[in-house]
T-cell receptor, first 115, second 111 residues
Framework: EAGVAQSPRYKIIEKRQSVAFWCNPISGHATLYWYQQILGQGPKLLIQFQNNGVVDDSQLPKDRFSAERLKGVDSTLKIQPAKLEDSAVYLC?????????????FGSGTRLTVV | DAKTTQPNSMESNEEEPVHLPCNHSTISGTDYIHWYRQLPSQGPEYVIHGLTSNVNNRMASLAIAEDRKSSTLILHRATLRDAAVYYCILRDNNQGGKLIFGQGTELSVKP
């Protein structure tokens, strides 16, 4: 089966600019997650979708970050305006369901550098 | 969220077994024990998971203590491709099953 697709692979922007990341999960996976991974740290969950509804966005900095999952398939994560501390890898993952006995499949991520 | 404790780093020799420990003394009855690994410049990859009994798959084995307060991921013959950060994660079915990552164990494999 095809994996989780993310684009772009790399992005360099100046602070205060906006940026968007795209994720296409595995077909049929109802649950989708966005993670932020700062260099040297484990991934940090930003937001969880179940189909096209938000399940948990408690760790999403809503003053600058937004995410949507239209039609319960693809998802986009946006940052506006970006700050230097947003430099990180943004990972998308999907799972068949959100239950504990299903594994996640991660994409390769988008590496964002804010200068 | 229930916490796990792992060594920051471990070393192994190629073709030898590797035992990666994880302590999770505050585990609850509904927590599954999941292991993921992350190779350089890639997203995390599912390795194995279990609830109470030991588990085996093509990648690894998971040994779970009888009281479930600790577990060990076993790679039977380490290869250079197994060099990665290994994360032990407790996943609570009652919290939407989300994965909360810690720092993990960085495994290096020497030829």
């Amino acid at each position: 089966e095809a994996g989780v697709a993310q684009s772009p692979r790399y992005k360099i922007i100046e602070k205060r600019q906006s940026v968007a990341f795209w994720c296409n999960p595995i077909s049929g996976h109802a649950t989708l997650y966005w993670y932020q991974q700062i260099l040297g740290q484990g991934p940090k969950l930003l937001i969880q979708f179940q189909n096209n509804g938000v399940v948990d966005d408690s760790q999403l900095p809503k003053d600058r970050f937004s995410a949507e999952r239209l039609k319960g398939v693809d998802s986009t994560l946006k940052i506006q305006p970006a700050k230097l501390e947003d430099s990180a890898v943004y990972l998308c993952a999907s799972a068949l369901r959100g239950r504990s006995n299903y594994g996640y499949t991660f994409g390769s991520g988008t590496r964002l550098t804010v200068v | 969220d229930a916490k796990t404790t792992q060594p920051n780093s471990m070393e192994s020799n190629e073709e030898e077994p590797v035992h990666l420990p994880c302590n999770h003394s505050t585990i609850s009855g509904t927590d599954y024990i999941h292991w993921y690994r992350q190779l350089p410049s890639q997203g995390p990859e599912y390795v194995i998971h279990g609830l109470t009994s030991n588990v085996n798959n093509r990648m690894a084995s998971l040994a779970i203590a009888e009281d479930r307060k600790s577990s060990t991921l076993i790679l039977h013959r380490a290869t250079l491709r197994d060099a990665a950060v290994y994360y032990c994660i407790l996943r609570d079915n009652n919290q939407g099953g989300k994965l909360i990552f810690g720092q993990g164990t960085e495994l290096s494999v020497k030829p």
